[in-house]
């Protein structure tokens, strides 16, 4: 009986449950470029091109391995632009009764596909680490779902980075090591780029046609597409940038987008790499004397630990999770997030790097963009959906936790144990952002102070109820209380004045 075998555009591996569930001698796989996964955020252009010309390499990969593929491309005249309606075509032309699918990444997606008028069945997506199950029984009972605790049984689990039971070094967290603000450096190696070639070229042609209208710039396009182009970019990353990834995750500067990030999430969320093969790639560095502790264990963690964490409370949390609001924010998303002019240095070149590059790193997406959305009281929903629209590796099963919990806090606390919040002085200490703005980060108040300054004690103040009591913020309330009444008075009005602005669409 035939089958049909629905792959989507983050699904791009032979390993994906329903390839591995399917018969190739008698099935047929289902792939389609479509407008409702284009367009239901608006995505960067640079999204769209990488996630369509890699599902065209890989629906061709599949044909020369014997597979039958139906592929609809996006400027095909009878493409239905939703995948059901692809896999109710592709139903109708094969006379297939079963249609099996590997589980979106999104509740919408999930949604979609259970309510369609043809029935499909989907299968867990065992690509990650910790099943749904799995993850649950470790959340069970628990007061605070702390990711500390469950990266740990990862790391158990895999036994990466492990030495009879107990973690190489003698510790599971060397974080306190990679918080060095970095300086510039004309010889370090970028991320290793690759020419577009043929079926790229075509795909960027489509997208500039279809979606010249939406944020973000499509040329220059220099990533991978497939999965030798991956293996290559995450071999460079190794070679070149992994000893001192550790050291300077955290920091930023003005002349230098990517100092020694991977930059392979889009490529592992696409499918095209393994988490698991990466992480045994840097723990085989480290093993070989080629990057020590700190760096491998930080990159470690932020796929085993917190990818899989944060999956993890995607699902458990379920479908209203993206409409959290604990803190009650509802400001409207400010014109600077899409590129308008902004005086404040730091978002400036997050936002402009996110609008060349469809990246920023984790500090530029948390204590940059993130951080001022909650000092600012941004609705987290629109924030979400910026997050959603404009970043590579963004997917809603990824991107979901990471700003409604940890970056805004609106989930009331699940994910964060506090707020991430700061003022100038963080983004002064990890970059060299402050040099050049016009606001100074050594000014509390007037004209020329920080707004993050500004908006840093209007959100402690505005929130005082819900985290004076909070043990990990009570210092900051003790330093509050201790300035003079006058001072308060005036950190406050000016900071309600940066907000009248901000609500006026004026230039800050």
Known sequence: MVKLVLVLGDQLTTRVAALKAA?????????????????????HPKKI??????????????????????????????NTHSIVGELI????????????????????????????????????????????????????????????????????????????GNPVGGKWNFDHDNRKPAKGDLFREGPLQHDPDEITQQ???LVEQHFADSFGDLDPFWFATDRAGALASLDHFITHH???????????????????????????????LGPLEVCEAV??????????????????????????????IY?????????????????????????????????????????????????QRLMVTGNFGLLAGIDPHQLHEWYLAVYMDAYEWVEAPNTIGMSQFADGGIVASKPYVSGGAYIN???????????????????????????????????RQRFEKNPRMAQMYRTWDKMDEDRRTTVLADADAVLARLDKGALI
Not at 32 to 38: F, I, P, R, S, W
Not at 56 to 65: E, G, N, S, T, V
Not at 434 to 452: D, I, L, N, R
Request: with cysteine; proline share 3%.
């Open 23 to 43: 018969d190739k001698s008698t099935d047929t796989v289902v792939m389609a470029e479509v407008q409702g996964e284009a367009t239901y955020v608006q995505h």
């Open 315 to 363: 699902y458990l949390e379920g479908r209203d999770y993206t409409q959290r609001n604990a803190l009650g924010h509802d400001r409207n998303l400010p014109a600077f997030y899409w590129g308008a002019e902004t005086r404040m240095n730091c978002v400036s070149k997050a936002v402009g790097q996110t609008q060349t590059d469809a990246y920023a790193h984790h500090i």
């Open 49 to 78: 091109a990488f996630v369509f010309a890699a599902m065209r390499k890989f629906a061709a990969q599949l044909q020369q391995d014997g597979w039958s593929v139906r592929y609809t491309r996006f400027d095909d005249p009878e």
């Open 283 to 312: 723990a085989k560095a480290y093993n070989d004397g080629k990057a020590p502790i700190n760096a491998a264990e930080g990159y470690i963690r932020q796929i085993i630990g917190w990818r899989e964490y944060i999956r993890g």
């Open 242 to 272: 992994l000893a001192q990834f550790g050291d300077f995750q955290d920091a930023m500067l003005d002349d230098d987008k990517f100092l020694h990030h991977s930059l392979v999430s889009f490529y592992i969320n696409a499918g095209l």
């Open 429 to 463: 200490r990890m970059s060299d952002h402050c040099k050049s703005c016009h606001y100074s980060v050594s000014h509390k108040t007037g004209e020329k102070a920080c707004p993050f300054n500004l908006l840093y004690w209007h959100f402690l103040n505005r929130h």
């Open 203 to 205: 795909v960027l042609a």
């Open 89 to 164: 075509k592709a139903a109708d032309a094969t006379g297939a009764t079963q249609i099996i699918a590997t589980e979106p990444g999104e509740w919408r997606l999930i949604d979609a596909l259970a309510d369609a008028p043809v029935p499909v069945t989907q299968l867990e997506d065992d690509r990650f680490l910790a099943s749904h199950a799995e993850f649950e029984r470790w959340a069970d009972g628990r007061k605070q779902l702390r990711m500390e605790y469950f990266y740990r049984d990862m790391r158990r689990k895999t036994g990466l980075l492990m030495e009879d």
